[in-house]
C-alpha cells in the first residue's frame, strides 16, 4: 500500500532518530514515500528534504525573537510543502517551538498527526498539554517515566524504550578507532560543544582552557563538517593535542574515557555508550535568566533526570568556567568516582533499552493510519 507521510526533523538528533524510524517504516512498508525537514541522514533513507535542520536550529528566547521573520518564512514554506503533498500523516520529531504550532494547523487541515518524542512539559510550560490533547493524534514518548505523566493528563502516549539506547547497544567501532584506543597508552577526553554555532561559541573556548596543560591524555574534539571553519577559528594556534574528527561523535564515544559535555541530547548518549561526564551548559544571560524562572526541574542532564538523583556533575551558567571544570575533570579521573558513575550507567540503561524501539513505533504509526 502506498502511503505518503511528511515529516519535521529541525536537530541533530531529530536527524538520527527519524532515520532510524523511516528505515522501520520502509522495513513494514516499502512504498513509502517521504518529504519533509531532516538533515543527511534521513536523506539516505530516501527522505526528500524540503529544509535541511542546519538552517532552523535556533535556541533561546533572544535567539528566536531575533530570528523570527526566518521562522516564519520557514512557516509558511511547511505549510504550503504538505498542502502539495498530500500526506497521509504529519511526522512531528521534538522542536516542540514549531512544531506544537504545526500539530494544531495540520490537525485542522484534515491531517492524522503524529508526534515522535514528546515535549518536555513536566520541565516547563505545562500549559501545552491543551495543545497536544486537541491536535496530536498519538503520542511516543522515549523517556520512561512520561507515559504515566500524559496519560494523566488524557493523552494517549506510548512508550517503547528510549531509541538511543537500542542504537547504541548495536554500535560498532569501525578499524581506524579500534587502533587509536589501543595504541594511545592514555586516558582519551572526549570534546562535545553542541550542535549548534551559538553553543559552540560559547562552550569550546571554556573546553579548551580547562584541559590546557593537562598531561599524559588524548584529547578527541566531536566536530560536525557544516561547523569546519568555526572551530578552526576557535582552535586558532592551539597545540595539536586537540585532535578533530568530524561526523563522528559515536565512534569517539565508544573509546572515550571521559567526555566534557554540552548538555541536550548527547549527555544521554555519553551515558549509555558508558563515559563518565561533566555536563556543561552556558547561554545568552538574558536568555538563561527567563528560562531559570520557567523552568522547573532538579537537573539539565537526561542522566540526572531519569535516574532522579545527581549521578553526574552539572556546571551551569557562572559555574561553568574553566578553573571549575578543570577541578570537576580531575576528581573524574579518580577511580573511586569514576566507578561509581559506571555503576550508574547501568540503571540507566537498562531503564531504556529496547531492542525492537523503532520497529513497535513504525509499527503503531502504520496501524494508525
Not at 527519524?18 to 516499502?30: I, T, V
Not at 594511545?184 to 573556548?205: C, D, F, N, W, Y
Not at 532538579?298 to 556533575?313: E, F, M, Q, W
Request: hydrophobic share 40%; glycine share 6%; charged share 25%.
Amino acid at each position: 500500500m502506498k502511503l505518503k507521510l511528511y515529516i519535521i526533523a529541525a536537530e541533530a538528533s531529530g536527524d538520527l532518530h527519524g532515520s532510524q524510524l523511516l528505515h522501520a517504516l520502509k522495513n513494514l512498508n516499502p512504498e513509502i514515500e517521504t518529504r519533509g525537514w531532516g538533515g543527511d541522514l534521513m536523506a539516505k533513507e530516501g527522505h526528500q528534504l524540503d529544509v535541511h535542520y542546519s538552517k532552523a536550529s535556533f535556541m533561546g528566547f533572544v535567539e528566536v525573537i531575533k530570528n523570527l521573520p526566518y521562522i516564519l518564512r520557514l512557516f509558511k514554506i511547511t505549510k504550503e510543502s504538505i498542502q502539495t503533498f498530500e500526506p497521509d500523516a504529519v511526522i512531528l520529531l521534538d522542536y516542540p517551538g514549531f512544531n506544537l504550532r504545526m500539530a494544531k494547523w495540520a490537525h485542522l487541515k484534515g491531517y492524522k498527526v503524529f508526534y515522535y518524542i514528546a515535549p518536555q512539559i513536566w520541565a516547563w510550560k505545562e500549559k501545552r498539554i491543551e495543545i497536544i490533547k486537541k491536535y496530536v493524534d498519538k503520542l511516543f514518548v522515549i523517556l520512561p517515566f512520561e507515559e504515566n505523566y500524559f496519560e494523566e493528563r488524557g493523552v494517549n502516549a506510548s512508550y517503547y524504550g528510549h531509541p538511543l539506547a537500542n542504537s547504541i547497544k548495536k554500535f560498532e567501532t569501525n578499524s581506524f578507532f579500534k587502533e587509536y584506543k589501543q595504541t594511545a597508552h592514555q586516558a582519551i577526553i572526549a570534546l562535545l560543544p553542541g550542535s549548534r554555532v551559538q553553543e559552540i561559541k560559547t562552550m569550546l573556548p571554556v573546553f579548551l582552557e580547562s584541559i590546557k596543560d593537562l598531561k599524559d591524555v588524548k584529547i578527541m574534539l566531536a566536530g560536525m563538517q557544516q561547523h569546519q571553519d568555526l572551530y578552526q577559528s576557535i582552535l586558532g594556534e592551539r597545540p595539536s593535542q586537540v585532535e578533530i574528527y568530524y561526523d563522528s561523535t559515536y565512534q569517539i564515544l565508544s573509546i572515550a574515557d571521559f567526555a566534557l559535555v554540552t548538555s541536550g541530547t548527547a549527555t544521554l548518549e555519553t551515558g549509555l555508550f558508558g563515559v563518565p561526564q561533566i555536563v556543561c551548559y552556558k547561554g545568552n544571560p538574558l536568555s538563561y535568566m527567563i528560562a531559570k524562572n520557567l523552568i522547573k526541574i532538579k537537573y539539565i542532564s537526561l542522566v540526572n533526570l531519569i535516574l532522579d538523583r545527581p549521578l553526574v556533575t552539572e556546571l551551569i551558567q557562572d559555574s561553568m568556567n574553566a578553573n571549575n571544570l578543570r577541578l570537576e575533570l580531575e576528581k573524574l579521573m579518580e577511580p573511586e568516582h569514576k566507578n561509581k558513575i559506571l555503576e550508574g550507567y547501568q540503571s540507566l540503561h537498562s531503564s531504556l533499552y529496547n531492542e525492537h524501539s523503532y520497529h513497535l513505533t513504525a509499527e503503531e504509526m502504520l496501524k494508525k493510519i
